[in-house]
């Protein structure tokens, strides 16, 4: 079958494709910040092609033929002055009806929604789900988070992002990382590498290091990028993948990656989710990782950490969480961890895949936790939010141990 390239906005990387065969065609000289999308529920998912020279892009949408349900958009800015060409695998109508403006369809009646919540973030367009990348760096915390920009249902994940200064009020920011030639992005974790061991780093300014999943149907790979403008680009290391375990567990579900620094052994530690739990890789330079151990018993969305029990600064457990806010009490000696109670839960009800935020500062000394709520918004452009920041503590109770959570 005949191939073509294509790259992907944002993704810095060529991913090569089985052409198709493209119905309608419009073609928009960009002089505006957005290109907004019709989009309609009732339409069967196609594949959108942008092209421009060298430079391709295509996601799936459901394009509407008539009236559409709502908008969505794409960030043309970096194609401003350049002609696309925006092809569609289907005979619709709806192609016609896409046009370019300096705010997104619906701009005027954004957060002003009948079903938008007002204090749980929320993306302006589109479906999200699990937080990625939690991280506080020069006064932002970062949320980095799953994301498809062009339906309010699952697919074409991306790494969407989003700053604050108070965990309160959300700026969203462009998209972070983008579907290459090794798969669409899925969930993973950021560190910021004050030693520069992996060698990104720029004179003093510290470079801020993704650890992500790379996903496709065949298998799921560990990957990295970095970034030196506070996550607001992006570039994928040319080694990727660092880490393909599917021989290893002979199994596609290896995902998640979450990183931190391990100051005893002075390396870098990966809990990845494998199977059947949770796997500890450990590394000096984010880029060669070697396999050290395996807890059994977690699904997906890997945490580890360590905490004061009842506050006491020389009394600390670690804690292993999954995705279904499960988790264990124990030991960690920078390569296994080592259960002594558990499995707890320590919540009900619609979250899912919480992470913790990373790089807080001694000074603060919170461990604060962001979970996905799994909350459909009807009749809404938009789909999924972030329940509300929450403190983190241990607790000795009649049994073991268990958490507590503050607002």
């Known amino acids: 079958m005949k191939k073509i390239l294509l790259y992907l906005f944002g993704a810095g990387l060529l991913l090569v494709a089985p052409a198709a065969a493209y119905a309608s065609d419009t073609t928009i000289k960009i002089s505006k910040q957005y290109l907004n999308l019709p989009v309609s529920q009732k339409a069967e998912r196609k594949q959108m092609r942008f092209e ?5 892009t295509f996601f799936t949408i459901r394009l509407a033929d008539a009236t559409p349900d709502y908008w969505v958009f794409c960030d043309v800015t970096h194609l401003k002055g350049k002609t696309v ?79 604050s200064t108070d965990l309160v009020h959300w700026k969203e920011l462009q998209l972070a ?25 720029k004179g003093n300014q510290p470079a801020m290091i993704a650890a992500y999943t790379a ?20 570039i994928k290391y040319k080694g990727n993948p660092v880490i393909d375990s599917k021989e290893k567990w002979n199994s596609v579900d290896t ?45 997906e969305c890997p945490d580890l950490f ?49 992470q913790t935020i990373t790089n807080i500062p001694d000074a603060d000394g919170r461990r604060i936790q962001i979970g996905w709520g799994r909350i459909s918004h009807q009749d809404m452009p938009f789909n999924g939010m972030m329940l509300m920041p929450t403190e983190l503590t241990l607790k000795t109770t009649k049994m073991a141990f268990g958490f507590s959570a503050i607002l």
């Open 177 to 201: 990382l983008s579907p290459d030639s090794l798969g669409t992005m899925f969930s993973g974790s950021t560190v910021m590498d004050y030693k520069n061991s992996a060698g990104f780093n």
């Open 306 to 354: 360590e905490l004061p029990v009842d506050n006491k600064p020389g009394q600390k457990k670690w804690v292993m969480l999954g995705a279904s806010n499960s988790y264990m009490i124990g030991s960690f000696d920078g390569k296994k961890f080592t259960p002594e109670s558990g499995k707890h839960y320590f919540s009900t009800g619609s979250i899912y895949a919480a």
């Open 85 to 163: 060409t925006i092809k569609y695998d289907g005979l619709s109508t709806g192609i016609k009806k896409i046009y370019q403006d300096d705010a997104i369809a619906g701009q005027d009646s954004l957060y002003k929604e009948k079903n938008r919540p007002q204090f749980h973030f929320t993306t302006r367009r589109g479906w999200i789900n699990d937080p990625n990348g939690l991280i506080y760096f020069d006064g932002e915390y970062h949320l980095f988070y799953q994301h498809n920009p062009y339906e309010k249902e699952w697919e074409n994940m991306h790494w969407a992002h989003a700053v």
């Open 255 to 299: 995902r998640d990656p979450r990183v931190f620094w391990y100051q005893p052994g002075k390396h870098w530690v990966m809990v990845l989710n494998e199977r059947d739990g949770h796997s500890i890789y450990t590394s000096a330079n984010l880029k060669e990782w070697t396999y050290q151990s395996h807890t059994t018993g977690f699904w």
């Open 52 to 56: 421009t020279g060298e430079i391709r």
């Open 215 to 234: 996903a496709s149907d065949q298998k799921q790979t560990q990957c990295i990028a970095y970034s030196l403008d506070k996550g607001r680009t992006w």
